[in-house]
């Protein structure tokens, strides 16, 4: 775990080279933000998405440590997303979120990151 | 390019009249002449349109013929739109009832949702407000014209348009193969080879970017962008434009959306895109002016 944050950190300091307008499927790209609980020290996320006109494609941080989606659905009716996931360790992970600034190059998913049985608060930003 | 060298020598009105006639009249793959009585009758009809232009081999001119002064503008339509669909919308895309969302092209659901978020902003996202190019056909539609080149040396032709940040895009003449998609950078024009289907320019194009809106209105699409655009000039004074979308991330199958554009006379006016400010007011240019 010593290593865990250290990795994200240079991720995070990549991805600026790589931010773009896109303007196409609003879930494509790469979101960075944080989870936990209100008041509290948060975590750091990376969140890749790639929709391949059937389904959501998508991994939790990126690297050594990669945690890939089970399963993803966004509801166009209101721009929710659920998505599902699990950790090597067999640790479910849930996410639900509603995008919001659709037409901004930096949209944000806000919702919770819910694992090991406890709800979290989440915001990540596309990058 | 040969065709500005060409055009630096006429350099007076009558000069370009009279090689305008000359294009009407000439060429070797003209159609055969009609009857007396055909002609009284067409006449009758409406004024006959001048005979498409073409190079000495038979070759349909999509530009203008030496001396001449021209670009091609007011597109029948201002978005795309399915062919064969008719709903009501500005010179912007904008739809007249937005209900009418869904007729407009065959959506997923995701891009219906997206299209209809964008239209009921009013399109104040449109990636143009910030000089992002229009790319993909929605370049043939923008009300400031556009030219079509063709470079004979080279084997290209060269898109050269008024409007937006004042872009242009090439097609590949040389029968080259369409790129490897995994091998090359996505680009807002993507790359374009053409080939002739009788006296109609065809041209296939991949490797979109989707950094930009492909059309006027907010129809969205994504990289798995494929088009095949269909380029003929009917007479003198039309081009038909025929555009097959293929996005099977953001459609639910292939459509086709066709428009005609007129033959204008005279230069494409001046503009210039600012980051963050309106269009510049266009700069007119004398109408006896010659590139």
């Not at chain 1, 890749?48 to 494609?57: R, S």
């Not at chain 1, 939790?60 to 989606?69: A, D, E, K, S, V």
């Not at chain 2, 070797?28 to 007396?36: E, F, G, L």
Request: charge should be negative; glycine fraction near 10%; include cysteine.
């Amino acid at each position: 775990m010593h290593l865990f944050k250290p990795l994200v950190l240079a991720l995070v300091a990549l991805l600026p080279l790589a931010a773009s307008a896109q303007e196409g499927y609003p879930l494509d790209g790469t979101w960075r933000g944080e989870w936990g609980q209100a008041g509290a020290e948060q975590t750091l996320a990376v969140v890749v998405m790639e929709w391949d006109g059937t389904t959501i494609n998508g991994r939790i941080n990126p690297g050594r440590n990669t945690i890939n989606f089970t399963s993803a659905s966004l509801n166009p009716g209101d721009w929710t997303l659920h998505i599902e996931a699990q950790t090597r360790e067999g640790e479910p992970i849930v996410i639900d979120a509603v995008l919001e600034d659709i037409g901004s190059y930096h949209r944000t998913l806000t919702g919770t990151w819910t694992s090991g049985g406890v709800e979290n608060q989440l915001v990540l930003t596309r990058e | 390019m040969r065709e500005f060298t060409m055009q630096k020598f006429t350099t007076t009105v009558s000069a370009l009249g009279l090689l305008l006639l000359l294009g009407a009249c000439g060429g070797s793959d003209d159609p055969a002449p009609v009857s007396a009585a055909e002609a009284d009758a067409t006449e009758a009809a409406e004024p006959a349109a001048a005979a498409t232009p073409r190079y000495d081999d038979g070759t349909v001119r999509f530009d203008r013929m030496p001396g001449e002064l021209g670009y091609w503008a007011n597109p029948s339509q201002h978005s795309l739109i399915e062919k064969g669909v008719t709903v009501q919308m500005d010179d912007k895309g904008m739809l007249a009832n937005i209900d009418d969302a869904s007729k407009v092209a065959p959506f997923m659901d995701w891009s219906l949702a997206l299209y209809r978020y964008r239209q009921a902003n009013g399109l104040k996202d449109d990636p143009v407000n910030v000089c992002i190019s229009p790319a993909g056909p929605r370049h043939l539609q923008d009300p400031m014209g556009f030219r079509i080149l063709q470079d004979r040396n080279l084997d290209r032709v060269y898109v050269l348009f008024g409007g937006g940040n004042r872009n242009w895009r090439h097609i590949n003449m040389d029968g080259r193969a369409a790129p490897n998609l995994d091998e090359v950078q996505s680009t807002f024009f993507g790359y374009s080879n053409g080939s002739w289907d009788g006296d109609t320019l065809v041209v296939e194009s991949s490797g979109f970017n989707d950094r930009f809106w492909f059309s006027n209105g907010g129809l969205p699409h994504t990289p798995a962008l494929k088009l095949t655009e269909r380029f003929t000039r009917q007479d003198h004074d039309t081009l038909v434009y025929s555009v097959t979308i293929d996005d099977p991330r953001t459609y639910t199958r292939p459509w086709v959306a066709e428009w005609t554009l007129d033959w204008v006379p005279g230069d494409i006016d001046e503009s210039f895109c600012e980051k963050g400010r309106p269009l510049a007011a266009p700069v007119q240019q004398p109408a006896a002016s010659v590139q």
